[in-house]
């Protein structure tokens, strides 16, 4: 029978997420709750069974408590954490023809759990944050949600890019800044122009070392 510490580490690992993440993830302020289940001075209380469960229904909680059974509730069915598809294209481009094209795959972190599609963004103006060719993860947001400070795909009649949205000089504006200030401009505009709005919730940089 698998250790307490051994059923835990097979839910993060199924997570793909570090310890540390996953941590975060399932609403713990520290990951040392966990790393003490990992030295052996702690087992899984039936708070963290609840915890774990309430995030992931699919992870059976008798199984995490006593280690007997099987690790999924449908032991016939493996299930996957929720993925988002991945489109190998620019992320402006795609939202002319999402409907259209198909994804390459789906991407499984939770993290990104609720966004709507990823795909690359190949413009310079948010180097060095988002290099061109990176991932960008994207939830569709409504313009009154904004969040200054935070990054976001906006699509008007006369621009679509990714921009910082900040406040303006007056509540009627919106300043779209980007990190890449030598190249590029700021952009003053009314929120109602914004047609489409998406939150960038995640950057996934390919990196080879």
């Known amino acids: ?51 774990i469960t309430r995030k992931y229904p699919m992870i059976s909680k008798a199984w995490l408590l006593t280690g007997e059974g099987e690790m999924f509730v449908d032991a016939h069915k493996t ?33 990104f759990d609720g966004c709507d599609f990823a795909a690359r963004c190949m413009s310079n103006a948010m180097m060095p944050e988002i290099p061109p060719g990176a991932i960008i993860v994207l939830r569709e947001v409504d313009r009154t949600a904004i969040l200054p ?16 949205i900040r406040r303006g000089n007056d509540e009627n504006t919106l300043r779209l800044v980007p990190r890449n200030l030598q190249d590029y401009d700021e952009i003053t505009l009314n929120p109602v122009q914004i047609q489409k709005l998406f939150a960038v919730k995640g950057i996934i940089i390919n990196k080879i070392l």
């Open 1 to 51: 029978m698998l250790t307490c510490w051994q059923r835990l580490e097979n839910v993060i690992k199924w997570t793909g997420l570090s310890v540390h993440a996953f941590a975060l993830h399932i609403g713990l302020k520290r990951s040392e709750n966990l790393y003490q289940i990992k030295k052996g001075n702690n087992g899984i209380s039936r708070e963290l069974a609840d915890t």
């Open 79 to 111: 299930p996957t954490a929720d993925g988002i598809p991945f489109y190998n294209l620019d992320a402006i481009s795609i939202l002319e023809s999402l409907h259209d094209a198909d994804p390459v795959f789906d991407i499984h972190i939770p993290l």
């Open 149 to 164: 400070g935070e990054t976001y795909l906006v699509v008007t009649d006369n621009f679509s890019g990714v921009r910082i």
